[in-house]
């Protein structure tokens, strides 16, 4: 019977990283802290090493002793550094574990899941797991070599945002899962179907309750066990890669579980969290907040998110919840928050932690994505740090989902009341370098789904909604759309079971599902369209003032094409409709909403129309066509 003999004499820390470690600069402590494979001499095993400055002893408690915490502790480094750490002989991959850690103040017991442990126990099991991260063969050179050029600025990101556990699902096999390998399978070639650029997943890092739909995380370096194993979801985004699809994950640096065996009071004190819960505990999401002015914290969740780009080559981080980072008075009434030293309400550590986890990111990944979903008008999310800003290179608009949304929502013999809703997005719409988003936060909770916001009857429902998107499509900014949106899903999202693929059998669902594809495709295709998203020279109002009639129109251009985009949001059929154009020419219709292909009432049969000098909104070119209800055109120069 083995013996799974404990030593000392081993060490994955060298004299500069526990330098770094208490500088607070050491960003790929997943190289160190947490289980690793190594070999003292001729034997082979695992070392563990975890932070907790306040125990007064800590054991590894596993498969191989029974969690017995008496066989196999911990010893405690005498450079202040607060780490325990020992080698354990024999131990094998697929070994459950967990920490035993006595705290010194009131020899509080918690036993512990390991912080930086790359793979854990299938919920509601919580148990670290040792597994070798190392090894895997990745296949997606030409995808990395070349990521510098798609994820730019001036290129089209068009971003499919996904819930593994409820886009598809085995409805035969007891409503399962999919596994990550499926899904790689599946969704590549869907994503490629529908002209995607990117896929945004919903947080996969381990969590202990799947209703919070992964946003209530307890392990930062270990992706969930329920579809399979870590170089399972490295497959999943080599094969994205291979099929032209960046990955990018949504990450929650924001808050995290309180659940026994998580990061809370993790030796027997709040070590990752604020100990008065007037900064330290959420009360909208019950959960804990991160110190965010303590060192070992901001190496923690930027060696988190360090992390991923490495092990994973995933492409971009959408930071989750950036507003209630910013904001010491989120989600608090008056007396329920402490001010800054200035006596304000920004909450100046985290404003420091997110310039350092951009600057740490972006010196190392220079060609990744980093998104803020923040909702408030905090400046400069998107500017450089050097430049004031916080450093993000792109920031959710949510602005425009909510104005847009509530635009849409209303009949059309009102919407004349509310033109400015729809409009007023340009006026700060190059502040930030912007996403326009219609994620999973709109079709739930008893919001409607995206097809339900809609007014009308069952065609004026589908008309407003290919309208929609046509009209997100042309408007400045990179685009995400939420799963099930694409095909018009009647139900509101359902983490706990699949999309309602079956819908496609129906025409009106079918035909929107290919209009979006098409639009993707003439959105990857038109660099008026994506070229100077971030930049005021990419649009030009046409006409904006017409409210009486619910139209717009606009140029979107670069530095050769223009695409004229009108957009009719009334009821009615507008015959003889004009509308300026930049110069002579003939002009071809390239898309259009109503199109009978689309599931619309209004093909129109003609393609090329010759401008006139027929003056229309100060300019002395314009051509003339019929305008469907609820349509969006667009026109270039033939």
Request: proline share 4%.
């Amino acid at each position: 019977m083995k013996e799974y003999k404990i030593y000392y004499d081993v060490t994955r820390f060298s004299d500069f990283d526990i330098y770094l470690f208490k500088e607070g600069t050491h960003t790929k402590l997943y190289n160190k802290l947490g289980s690793h494979f190594m070999n003292r001499g001729t034997q082979n095993g695992v070392y563990f090493a975890v932070w907790a400055p306040n125990a007064k002893s800590v054991s590894v408690i596993a498969d191989f002793n029974n969690y017995n915490p008496n066989t196999h502790p911990l010893k405690l480094r005498e450079d202040g550094s607060g780490i325990w750490e020992g080698f354990i002989s024999d131990v094998k991959e697929y070994v459950t574990y967990k920490y035993y850690i006595v705290s010194k103040y009131n020899n509080i017991i918690n036993q512990k899941a390991d912080p930086y442990a790359f793979f854990n126990e299938k919920p509601p099991k919580s148990a670290s797991v040792t597994y070798n991260i190392e090894g895997y063969k990745w296949r997606d050179d030409k995808w990395m070599n070349s990521r510098y050029k798609i994820n730019s600025y001036d290129k089209p990101i068009n971003i499919y945002e996904v819930h593994l556990g409820s886009w598809r699902r085995k409805v035969e096999e007891n409503n399962r899962y999919l596994t990550y390998k499926e899904l790689a399978t599946q969704l590549s070639q869907y994503l490629k179907e529908m002209n995607y650029t990117h896929i945004e997943i919903m947080p996969i890092m381990e969590h202990p309750f799947k209703g919070s739909w992964g946003y209530q995380v307890s392990g930062y370096f270990a992706p969930t066990a329920r579809y399979g194993e870590p170089k399972d979801f490295m497959e999943f985004v080599d094969i994205m890669h291979q099929n032209g699809i960046g990955v990018i994950l949504d990450w929650v640096p924001s808050h995290f579980v309180t659940d026994g065996h998580g990061l809370s009071t993790f030796d027997g004190t709040c070590l990752y969290e604020h100990q008065n819960p007037m900064k330290g505990y959420h009360p909208q999401w019950k959960s804990a907040i991160f110190n965010y002015g303590r060192n070992e914290v901001k190496e923690f969740l930027i060696s988190s998110a360090s992390f991923w780009f490495d092990k994973y080559h995933i492409d971009g981080i959408r930071v989750d919840g950036v507003s209630s980072m910013l904001y010491l008075n989120f989600a608090r009434e008056d007396g329920e928050w402490i001010p800054n030293k200035y006596g304000g309400n920004e909450n100046l550590e985290a404003i420091e932690f997110l310039k350092e986890l951009n600057i740490s990111v972006y010196k190392e990944y220079k060609d990744i994505l980093m998104i803020a979903e923040e909702s408030s008008d905090f400046p400069n999310v998107t500017k450089p740090v050097y430049l004031g800003g916080l450093g993000f290179g792109f920031k959710w608009n949510m602005g425009w989902m909510h104005d847009t949304l509530k635009y849409f929502s209303y009949d059309p013999i009102y919407r004349k009341y509310h033109q400015d809703q729809l409009t007023f997005s340009i006026w700060y719409a190059f502040d930030e370098n912007f996403i326009l988003p219609l994620s999973h936060d709109e079709v739930v909770h008893m919001k409607g789904s995206l097809i339900n916001k809609m007014p009308g009857d069952y065609n004026q429902k589908f008309a407003n909604l290919r309208a929609l998107f046509a009209y997100m499509i042309a408007h400045p900014g990179k685009k995400l759309l939420f799963m099930g949106g694409e095909f018009a899903q009647f139900s509101e999202w359902n983490y706990n079971q699949s999309l309602d693929w079956h819908l496609l059998e129906y025409p009106k669902h079918k035909a929107i599902q290919n209009m979006v594809s098409d639009l993707n495709a003439i959105y990857k295709t038109q660099s008026p369209l994506y070229k100077y998203d971030c930049e005021h020279k990419g649009f030009e109002w046409v006409e904006r003032c017409d409210s009486a009639y619910n139209t717009i129109s606009f140029f979107r251009k670069d530095d050769k094409d223009t695409i004229i985009v009108v957009c009719n949001f009334s009821g009615a059929l507008r015959e003889n409709y004009r509308v300026a154009v930049p110069k002579e020419g003939e002009y071809k219709l390239i898309f259009n909403s109503q199109d009978e292909k689309y599931g619309g009432d209004y093909t129109l049969n003609q393609e090329i129309y010759k401008s006139q000098k027929v003056l229309a909104w100060g300019r002395e070119d314009s051509i003339e066509f019929t305008m469907p209800p609820f349509c969006v055109l667009y026109f270039k120069l033939a």
